[in-house]
């Protein structure tokens, strides 16, 4: 573990104030090899924005983001190929898949469209966008992780590599954008959301989805362990009205806000939890597995329906959970 990483000190995103209050603060506690540092979440007094401040500088990436990252394999370490058809790797791949389709019926276009997988990682959800029925789907995707970005490419998809706001994509040229948990991880996701914009054809569909902070459990579980604050690889956190407020002024008309299930929320919430406390520290690591909770076991699919119920109670009482989707479209 490292200590006293290269950090930066950022005012708020949306606003641009300085002006900040303490939320809690947080260490990391899904990986071992990472950084032992204390950072502290804050909120802008002027917009009420959350974000990371300071932050790990973007030449850490390597240190918060180690090898063994969950997303970068999502179909190697036996995660995907060796539970194709078990129940739990079904029922992800149709939530996934019928967000997406019901997203891309908003978009104008009846021929081939092409879609932009941002953050990709190894191609797993670029794979599933083949599956669409009533679409007929070209697939590209961006991703600053090389070797992951080679399994993606290796599988027939276009990958552009490097970071979404640098890397070379062509500008007015897709049908739809999709983002699924990436805003919340980038140094600017001001410039993010503008770049999305720029490379959506006219009339072009953005999906992002992201923690949202302002739910039941973000609230019960607020002083360091709610497990959207992914310590510390999430750096800014939204709620409906701050992300709607961002999107609007760039220029996206914001079409809905749904919110869905998060049960790895849940899982890393009560990991965070347990594992502050030394002698529960084993017993958290096999409950709650931080990154093998991906796996399509049967232990994981226990916890995931226990967790989506969790959601499911929470959503029925306060109309939200911690994760929500939100669908824009470019103007035409």
């Known amino acids: 573990m490292k200590s006293n990483i290269k950090k930066v000190v950022v005012p708020c995103n949306n606003c641009g104030s300085a002006d ?26 002027r917009c009420n924005l959350c974000y990371l401040n300071p932050r790990p500088d973007v030449s850490e990436l390597g240190t918060i983001y180690p090898t063994e990252y969950y997303a970068y394999h999502l179909q190697t370490k036996n995660v995907e190929s060796e539970n ?66 080679q399994r993606a490419r290796d599988q027939g998809h276009t990958i552009y590599e490097g970071l979404f706001e640098e890397a070379a994509i062509p500008q007015n040229f897709f049908d739809m954008s999709v983002a699924t948990h990436v805003i919340e991880h980038v140094a600017d996701s001001k410039a993010f959301a503008r770049k999305a914009y720029e490379v959506l054809k006219p009339g072009g569909i953005l999906l992002l989805e992201t923690p949202n902070i302002n739910s039941f459990d973000a609230r019960l579980f607020r002083h360091k362990h709610w497990g959207g604050y992914h310590f510390p690889r999430h750096w800014i956190f939204y709620d409906a009205d701050s992300i709607k407020k961002m999107l609007q002024e760039l220029g996206f008309e914001v079409i809905e806000i749904r919110y869905h299930p998060a049960p790895a929320f849940w899982n890393w919430s009560f990991h965070s939890l347990f594992s502050s406390k030394k002698r529960f520290k084993r017993l958290a690591d096999g409950l709650f597995p931080p990154a093998d909770f991906q796996k399509n076991n049967f232990k994981n699919l226990c916890a995931v329906t226990l967790f989506t119920f969790l959601d499911v109670l929470q959503k029925t009482f306060t109309g939200k959970t911690s994760n929500m989707s939100i669908l824009s479209r470019k103007p035409t």
């Open 20 to 45: 900040s209050e303490v939320v809690t603060v947080g260490t990391e506690h899904e990986y071992d090899n990472t950084t032992s540092d204390e950072f502290t979440v804050v909120k802008c007094k």
């Open 84 to 149: 194709q058809d078990s129940l739990l790797y079904r029922a992800r791949k149709f939530v996934y898949l019928n967000r997406l389709e019901e997203a891309l019926s908003h978009c104008h276009s009846e021929a081939e469209l092409k879609v932009l997988d941002i953050g990709c990682a190894d191609g797993r959800a670029l794979n599933w966008y083949r599956k669409i029925e009533s679409k007929k789907v070209k697939t590209f995707g961006v991703d600053f992780d090389h070797v992951a970005a």
